[in-house]
């Protein structure tokens, strides 16, 4: 099968938000290319010590997604150009043009399993199904996780400050609610901690098969979450379907833009005392987001950071 290969040339600096932006979109997965050099980290992420000299970095980034023949691509490139026209209010993201091309089939999940290996996130292994867990790791909290269309492996940086929250707050009584649940990591880590219940909703259908299959590699019960599709931010159906005043902990890993608006909304869903956690907060908007939190009427409990990411933590009072 051919493909059609669509490949966005921007800054390397920005490549974490357009990518957010692509996938608010509609798009998938993202191929990335760049010249910027790998960490000590990311070459132990690989298992390699010594790689040759590149060239030198020059700031530029492609960004590459792939549409089957079948798909409605004009409708998806309309999506694409408007979400990063908006995005172009707030942030540099380069020339920005989108070039188009036409590829065979690959076997993605295959390519993946050269560049994904088992990583801890402090005392939490993260592992694919392809691996095995070694021997002085057997009684450590395992999560088995493996690349897929829906975001979220444990990899990235934002969802390390929700894991690092959750393990704070999480008890035996915890209803959860997972704004963005995508891969369902957060759900199911809140789970492996001893949660009670969660409930996580999406923008994006592919949520539902993701989190059922990562569900069922942990071997967590079946009625343990449920997941919904749809926007909870403006639907009241969603709202209804999620149910008010009955979340011990909200958990909402998705960009600063979209956590404004839901702040106030998700009040609703909360218990008194309940504790939000957020996420997918780019450095600059640290501010935006906490006044956010404020004027919702929340205390914030604290402000965590990992490289250019930010993580608010709050309490309903």
Request: with cysteine; charged share 30%.
């Amino acid at each position: 099968m051919k493909w059609n290969k669509f490949t966005l040339k921007t800054l390397t600096e920005v490549e974490d938000i357009v990518i957010s932006t692509l996938a608010e979109a509609g798009v998938e997965g993202v191929e990335i290319e760049d010249k910027v050099p790998l960490t000590e980290s990311d070459k132990k992420q690989m298992f390699v010590d010594i790689l040759p000299d590149g060239p030198a970095d020059d700031g530029i980034a492609y960004l590459s997604f792939y549409l089957e023949e079948s798909e409605d691509k004009e409708a998806l490139l309309q999506r694409v150009r408007e979400e990063l026209e908006d995005l172009r209010r707030f942030v540099d993201i380069g020339e920005g043009t989108i070039v188009e091309s036409q590829t065979e089939d690959k076997d993605w999940i295959n390519n993946w399993k050269q560049y994904f290996h088992q990583f801890y996130v402090d005392d939490i292994l993260i592992i694919p199904s392809w691996e095995k867990v070694r021997k002085e790791d057997e009684n450590k909290m395992i999560i088995h996780i493996d690349p897929g269309t829906a975001f979220g492996t444990g990899m990235h940086e934002t969802t390390q400050l929700c894991m690092r929250q959750l393990k704070k707050y999480v008890t035996e009584e915890t209803e959860l609610l997972d704004v963005g649940t995508g891969s369902g990591i957060l759900s199911i880590v809140a789970l492996k901690l001893g949660a009670k219940h969660a409930v996580g909703t999406d923008l994006d259908p592919c949520a539902i098969s993701a989190t059922k299959e990562n569900l069922e590699a942990n071997e967590i019960a079946s009625g343990s979450m449920d997941v919904l599709i749809g926007n909870i931010i403006d639907d009241k159906a969603v709202q209804d379907q999620v149910g008010y005043e009955k979340y011990d902990i909200v958990a909402a890993n998705i960009l600063a833009d979209v956590l404004v608006p839901l702040t106030p909304v998700i009040l609703n869903q909360m218990k008194k005392g309940g504790i939000y956690i957020t996420s997918g907060i780019i450095d600059e908007k640290e501010e935006v987001v906490v006044e956010a939190v404020k004027k919702a009427g929340l205390e914030v409990l604290e402000v965590t950071h990992q490289g250019e990411w930010v993580s608010v933590t709050a309490r309903k009072n």
